[in-house]
């Protein structure tokens, strides 16, 4: 029997401190022993998002001994770690050098590789701790930060087929959280509150919604729910509008993803098409069952990682070790940390006024 790798990866890019150690088994499978996630939820609750000093400070105060308890955990032992993957980029300068240092130094003193990974290919990569997935791909990356179609050619190999032109949908999601009272990330409640509420009982725009391909826009919603909110009174009405709010946002979706298929059918003559669906907002049940539905009429096979595999996490960061490791992928210990580090870098930039669509 082969000794198989253990990859332990570190992630700190933004409110999630977590560290995790994955291997494979006989058949190359990803084996997932230990997934430690520190949320950072209740340090910026009262502040309504997220203070990047705040965060970064608690990242320093966790970050060993979330670390030391990924490696108990794990039943395995310090001297077994075959390589050590922390995230990179993109994410909150402070944030990433936290678990990036604190990466580095490890791997330097175990005497082992170091990985610099992309928290975007993390989430890419993530439906493959357990799930058996080949190359290409259609990504639907909806998280905080990104939501964006990606045609997903190879570890590293991404074309980037639509993007959001302002607000990311989990962004949109809390910020109408937060206009309906909701403390931050209100994402998770609005689902809830939705579940109450007559999803036709307002009548949300839908930005760009025939015309940019597949590009995604969600910040004219905000606006509209802001004036709403203005006039509502009770709390059946907030209901409705949350139930509106994700309606509008399953009308969006369901169109835009429809195009994208045919944007990576153009660019991908495969037989067995794959859409895969990564990222926190991922976690979303009613989303997931209305791209599942999709998938069946569009002859696509669905993927969406595990819910604890949806959000922020530090095993879909060893996921891309591991990968990274089978190739000999390596990185000095000078790696940069890098704010802005796009999976296409090849993509043109897409935000702020002046885009021009058709
Ligand atoms: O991937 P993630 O954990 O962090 C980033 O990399 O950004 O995504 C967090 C986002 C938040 O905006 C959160 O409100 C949203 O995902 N989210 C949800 C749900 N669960 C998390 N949005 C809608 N419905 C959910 N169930
Ligand atoms: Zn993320």
């Known amino acids: ?206 930005p760009i919604f025939n015309k940019g391909g597949c590009n995604l826009s969600f910040a004219g919603l905000k606006t509209s729910v802001l004036k709403i909110t203005k006039e509502i009174k009770t709390d059946q009405e907030k209901f409705d509008l949350a139930a509106s709010f994700q309606k509008t946002i399953e009308e969006i979706l369901y169109k835009k993803t429809k195009i994208a298929f045919k944007e990576f059918e153009k660019q991908n003559r495969v037989k067995d098409k794959v859409f895969v669906v990564a990222g926190g907002v991922a976690a979303n049940k009613k989303i997931r069952s209305m791209l599942k539905n999709l998938c069946i009429e569009e002859n696509y096979q669905s993927i969406f990682p595990p819910i604890e595999f949806c959000g922020d996490n530090a095993s879909m960061i060893a996921m891309v070790g591991l990968e990274k490791f089978k190739l000999k992928q390596f990185d000095s210990l000078d790696h940069p940390a890098k704010p802005r580090w796009p999976l296409d870098e090849n993509a043109i930039f897409l935000k702020g006024a002046g885009v021009k669509l058709q």
């Open 1 to 206: 029997m082969s000794k198989k790798p253990l990859i332990l990866g570190i992630e700190s890019s933004c409110d999630e401190t977590a560290a995790s150690l994955i291997t494979e088994n006989e058949q190359g499978m990803p084996v997932v022993l230990s997934n430690i996630i520190s949320s950072q939820v209740n340090v910026h609750k009262k502040f309504g998002g997220i203070v990047p000093e705040l965060a970064a400070r608690s990242h320093v105060e966790k970050i060993d001994w979330i670390v030391q308890k990924a490696i108990d955990e794990s039943g395995r032992e310090i001297e077994e770690i075959d390589a050590v993957a922390s995230t990179a980029g993109p994410g909150l300068i402070v944030c990433l050098s936290v678990g990036l240092s604190f990466g580095k130094t490890f791997a330097f003193s175990l005497k082992k590789p170091f990985i610099a990974v992309n928290h975007l290919e993390g989430h890419a990569l993530s439906p493959k701790l357990n799930s058996s997935l080949n190359y290409p791909y259609l990504l639907l990356l909806i998280s905080g930060g990104h939501s964006q179609f990606l045609n997903v050619q190879g570890l590293g190999k991404y074309k980037r087929l639509g993007t959001t032109i302002d607000d990311a949908l989990g962004e949109a999601f809390d910020k109408t959280a937060k206009l309906l009272g909701i403390e931050f990330p209100g994402g998770p409640q609005i689902e809830i509150l939705a579940k109450k509420g007559d999803p036709n009982k307002y009548d949300l725009p839908k």
